[in-house]
């Protein structure tokens, strides 16, 4: 098979790369962390211009065309920079959405303002008790003329406090943990029945928690009472970017523990010169290896149109990488030792976005826990 990238695809992650190095070193990411809104509008409008918030939406609806590989490219570079800007939720997880559920009169209206940098989005879709169950849903959809009404509370929804709509599951029949009952609905973040709370995360990142009181949603995206196939596709898109992003902050985790070790002087030479903590970089680098490994076929496996074989892929995925990120986060803390925890030094902000990341949607365990409920990757005969 061939891995080899495209001259297109080459051009978009030099460009990328150009723009964070220009823009994103480590003291200008603790800078836009303190602006009010914890990220960079400035930052935010070159990724406009350089395409990057129309990069999977199709050209004739305002975007460039791009598809899984063009994401995994984009986010590799901004785990890299462990960026703070709502890429993830507004181009991946709110692009995924209306480019799987919306009508093309939605799409029309909306593409070209988020291509532009206009119009940010986030999915509103974890609760207290719902885990990490998409399907365990307790806020509810009525039935309200026209349109729906909207009431239930969302937590750690991600770049919730700066969004301008929000995506919301909810729930418009059954018990609360049934599968068919679940609508996903566009919901204005200004209307009179939405309050929000937000804060900053472990890793720099903003959210909010989200109160619905008959708030009105504006739009629903796909069957109202079957929605959660669509958040089962959505999630899995997601999934594959957050592999890559992984693999970008592993990488310069990496990198920075080599670096560290072979200047940290320690009985009057080099901590790099000691074997067993040569043998400890090696580890750290397989680990990378594995995960970008996974990433690829994250990518590649995006796209799958039967549902539980894109599941199954998506569920190997989220465990390869999670354990990847965990050990080579672990392992850069232990090997720069007591400076890697202050919050000066950019090594344990890569730990804390790898822990992060690692936790978005299921942990390595959840999916272990996944996989074994439903018999393993290969079914008995």
């Not at 959405?97 to 988020?114: D, H, Q, T, Y």
């Not at 679940?182 to 309050?195: C, E, N, S, T, W």
Request: charged share 25%.
């Amino acid at each position: 098979m061939d891995f080899d990238l495209s001259e297109e695809q080459r051009l978009l992650q030099d460009s990328v790369a150009k723009l964070l190095a220009d823009k994103y070193g480590f003291e200008q990411r603790k800078a836009y962390m303190k602006a009010p809104e914890g990220w960079s509008r400035e930052v935010w409008s070159q990724f406009a211009e350089l395409g990057l918030l129309g990069l999977p939406f199709a050209e004739d609806e305002g975007g460039f065309g791009g598809g899984a590989v063009d994401t995994l490219l984009v986010a590799e570079q901004l785990g890299r920079a462990i960026t703070l800007e709502p890429w993830l939720s507004t181009v991946v997880i709110g692009g995924g959405f209306l480019r799987n559920g919306a009508s093309a009169e939605l799409r029309s209206a909306m593409v070209p303002k988020i291509a532009a940098g206009e119009l940010l989005l986030a999915f509103a879709q974890a609760e207290r008790q719902s885990r990490y169950d998409l399907f365990d849903v307790a806020t509810t959809a009525k039935k309200d003329g026209s349109g729906w009404s909207i009431t239930g509370r969302k937590g750690y929804v991600v770049h919730g406090d700066s969004a301008d709509a929000l995506i919301v599951t909810a729930r418009t029949a059954g018990g609360q943990r049934d599968q068919r009952g679940i609508g996903v609905f566009l919901v204005d973040a200004k209307d009179p029945g939405v309050q929000r709370r937000g804060y900053r995360t472990v890793d720099g990142q903003r959210a909010a928690e989200v109160e619905f009181a008959n708030a009105r949603a504006e739009a629903v995206l796909g069957n109202p009472e079957h929605g959660l196939p669509l958040v089962d596709q959505v999630v899995d898109e997601t999934i594959a970017a957050l592999a890559g992003e992984a693999v970008g902050a592993m990488q310069v985790a990496h990198d920075m523990t080599v670096d560290y070790m072979k200047t940290r002087q320690q009985f009057g030479r080099p901590i790099g010169s000691f074997q067993a903590l040569q043998h400890r970089a090696a580890d750290m680098l397989v680990a990378l290896e594995q995960a970008r490994s996974m990433s690829y076929f994250a990518a590649m496996s995006a796209e799958e149109r039967d549902p539980l074989e894109r599941r199954k892929a998506m569920a190997t995925v989220k465990v390869q990488i999670g354990r990847s990120a965990r050990f080579v986060g672990q392992q850069s803390i232990q090997l720069h030792g007591g400076i890697a925890m202050t919050m000066e030094y950019a090594c344990g902000h890569y730990f804390k976005r790898l822990t992060v990341n690692d936790a978005m949607f299921g942990d390595a365990d959840h999916y272990v826990r996944y996989l074994a409920d439903i018999g393993g990757l290969v079914q008995a005969a």
